[in-house]
């Protein structure tokens, strides 16, 4: 499971990466160790929950500043899973973008032969702290790093730009999971990247080497596709959704890509429907069950079949779109609407958390 | 030579692939055979531009002859947007003796009559297509070169296809070409695709067509392994069954290649495992939207391969036989642009 990095020139760092083996920890094996000791088998235990929180409608402004809304909301994110970082301090961030800075220069001045004639580097790195940016006590504050740089042919006076972008975050980890994390580790398992493919490549070397973590390609599944449907689509009384759009593609010869647009009204009252029916008590967690996620979705599908005979579940569920936010089965999300970001955070904290190797 | 001229020309050369410009030239024919041989095709595009410039300023030639080197260029690669296909009904008894001349009199003055400054040009093909360029100025400009309408209009049919109208240039061209083709009214036909010669096909059913009877025996061809006879003869015998099914759909030539078809559903959610939707009165409103390189082809697949339940719902099969693939679907009775009735029980 190590990635392949460069042999690093200093000897620490080897001693650390050899030990490393046994510290790097994963939610799997973790709850792989606790299935052991208590009868719940750890198959169960690995899947995505069957049971969330419904959406409630945070006024997120109040605890995240404005600013960062602003970084975070409108921007298609690519998504990875991170693995806990080894002595991650958020303490250290001004000393991170220093260190994050030169390693760019340096990435990037490799394999120049002559030496670039520029005085301070033209990457500059901010880390910082989104505060409020979390589920529960357990979960690490979440991290946003910016890149800015001056474009090449750019003159010394012009102002940087904003190049790339980035977070991590842990909404609502598993607290099991997280408490048994050795004290030196950091988890935020969830990277969402947005910018040059390259410079995310380098971002990702440097945590490797720094935080001994390994990073690996998120995609959203079908199943959290669905369970985005069903969410966003309870949404709809509080906060207007628009529409509701699915996107599936059949495996035929050419594919056929099938988009499926309801209207939000009738997406609602058909969610409505398959709700179970909840006791009249006021309870104070409204909880959707995936069976109902399954109803929501089979309502779909058969009305889909009734008119044109074609069964939807042949193909595969490739994107979700809502006034809320648009998630792709590749891994790309945009989140639109900053009020109902914890949850659907919530969700991918899982997806990254269930992703890890063990 | 005026300044849209010459921006004409350089979109135009940019716009050629470089490997059919010789080609278009020659075609175009207004080049002489020494101008021609001055033609150093290997050379960058600017400089064929800044050549031809120079020939056109020699000769005096002007945008109208620039817009016959777009035309023959747009003829033989028409499918570069969207295409949409117009229906002209309740002909006028002298419809069927329209001829080239007349339209394009008579088209020509006719819309100058609702528009002015308007560039019209007309030129007929050999497939007995009529091509028209529409140029659209208004009051207080000149037309527009770089953005003309593209209308393709076969003689004694009631079919027209358009490319780049836009809503407000809509009303003029139908009056214009329902008074030129001695038609009454026009509408749109519900049909649109990237690729002329396709929705062409599908209007005018210039495809395969499907004959029931040609299917009638779609077992005598299959030989029977010896394995186990009695299971492989039931699964050849579905098999062949959805593939009968879906020819008898879509038939088993090639297939006009459409990209997209859309529909747009009003009608009541049934469900027997939900009773609360199903007594609920309200339609169901959604639009579904199908796209593929060749939506037909992937259509007759799904039935083939079992994604899609046979017989063929006519809502798929209609796209052939009523040559559209916009469609609005309702309950009772026909929508408002929809012939389209839903049999649902």
């Given at each position: 499971m190590i990635s392949s990095v460069r042999t690093p020139t200093n000897s620490d760092v080897v001693q650390r990466r050899s030990k490393s083996k046994s510290y790097r920890l994963s939610y799997r094996s973790g709850l792989g160790a606790a299935s052991r000791l208590c009868p719940t088998p750890a198959l169960t235990a690995r899947r995505l929950n069957t049971s969330r929180k419904a959406p409630k409608s945070h006024n997120i402004t109040e605890k995240v500043s404005p600013e960062h809304l602003g970084l975070l909301v409108k921007t298609e994110w690519q998504l990875s899973y991170v693995t806990p970082l080894y002595r991650?301090?958020?303490?250290q961030l001004k000393s991170y973008s220093r260190q994050l800075s030169a390693f760019i220069a340096a990435e990037k001045q490799q394999g120049l032969a002559i030496e670039v004639e520029r005085p301070q580097s033209s990457f500059r790195v901010s880390f910082s702290v989104v505060q409020g940016?979390?589920?529960?006590?357990d979960d690490a504050e979440s991290v946003l790093m910016q890149i800015h740089s001056r474009p090449l042919f750019a003159r010394q006076d012009e102002p940087q730009q904003l190049v790339w972008k980035g977070w991590l975050t842990c909404v609502n980890g598993n607290p099991e999971y997280l408490r048994s994390l050795p004290k030196d580790f950091t988890c935020l398992p969830l990277l969402g990247s947005s910018g040059p493919e390259a410079l995310t490549t380098v971002v990702k070397l440097w945590f490797q080497q720094t935080f001994d973590c390994c990073f690996g390609h998120l995609e959203i599944s079908h199943t959290s596709l669905q369970w985005l449907v069903a969410l966003w689509t309870n949404c709809h009384t509080e906060c207007g959704i628009q529409h509701l759009k699915m996107n599936w593609t059949l495996p035929v010869a050419p594919p056929l890509q099938v988009t499926y647009t309801v209207d939000p009204q009738d997406a609602w009252v058909l969610w409505s429907s398959v709700r179970k029916d909840k006791l009249e008590v006021e309870d104070e967690e409204d909880n959707v069950d995936i069976d109902e996620v399954v109803r929501f979705i089979r309502g779909l599908k058969s009305h889909f079949y009734r008119h044109f005979q074609l069964d939807l579940s042949a193909g595969c569920l490739t994107q979700v779109s809502t006034a809320l936010g648009s998630a792709k089965h590749s891994g790309r999300i945009k989140i639109s609407n900053s009020r109902y970001m914890i949850t659907t955070l919530m969700l991918l904290t899982e997806c990254a958390l269930l992703k890890m190797p063990i | 030579m005026d300044e849209s001229t010459k921006q004409l020309l350089q979109r135009l050369v940019r716009r050629i692939p470089a490997q059919m410009l010789r080609a278009t030239l020659d075609k175009w024919g207004r080049l002489t055979a020494e101008q021609r041989t001055c033609m150093d095709f290997t050379q960058p595009k600017w400089t064929l531009t800044e050549k031809l410039l120079d020939i056109f300023e020699e000769n005096g030639w002007t945008m109208k002859h620039l817009t016959e080197l777009e035309m023959t260029y747009i003829i033989d690669n028409p499918n570069q947007g969207m295409w949409y296909a117009l229906q002209l009904m309740d002909p006028e008894d002298d419809a069927h003796t329209v001829e080239l001349t007349q339209l394009k009199e008579q088209f020509k003055s006719h819309l100058s009559e609702l528009v002015r400054p308007v560039s019209v040009k007309i030129k007929k093909h050999t497939d007995e297509a009529i091509w028209i360029r529409i140029a659209w100025g208004d009051n207080f400009s000149r037309p527009n070169h770089l953005k003309p309408t593209y209308v393709v209009h076969h003689l004694q049919t009631p079919y027209v296809f358009v490319m780049s109208l836009t809503s407000k240039q809509k009303p003029l061209l139908y009056q214009a070409l329902v008074l030129s083709t001695r038609y009454q009214a026009i509408k749109d036909a519900n049909l649109s695709g990237r690729k002329l010669t396709a929705i062409r096909d599908v209007l005018m059913r210039q495809y395969q067509q499907v004959f029931a009877t040609r299917y009638s025996s779609p077992l005598a061809e299959i030989n029977l392994p010896d394995s186990n006879p009695n299971i492989e003869r039931e699964e050849a015998e579905i098999a062949a069954n959805r593939l009968q099914m879906a020819c008898e759909a879509f038939g088993d030539g090639t297939l006009p290649q459409l990209q997209t078809a859309v529909y747009k559903l009003e009608t009541k959610f049934r469900d027997n495992t939900n009773k609360t939707m199903t007594e609920h009165e309200a339609p169901f409103r959604c639009l579904v939207k199908f796209a593929s390189t060749n939506l037909l082809e992937s259509f007759r697949h799904c039935a083939c391969s079992g994604i899609a339940s046979t017989p063929v719902t006519p809502l798929l099969s209609s796209i052939l036989l009523k040559g559209r693939n916009h469609f609005v679907i309702t309950d009772?009775?026909?929508?408002?642009?929809?012939?389209t009735q839903q049999s649902q029980n």
């Open positions: 991650f301090r958020h303490t940016m979390v589920g529960a006590d | 009772n009775g026909p929508g408002l642009a929809s012939q």
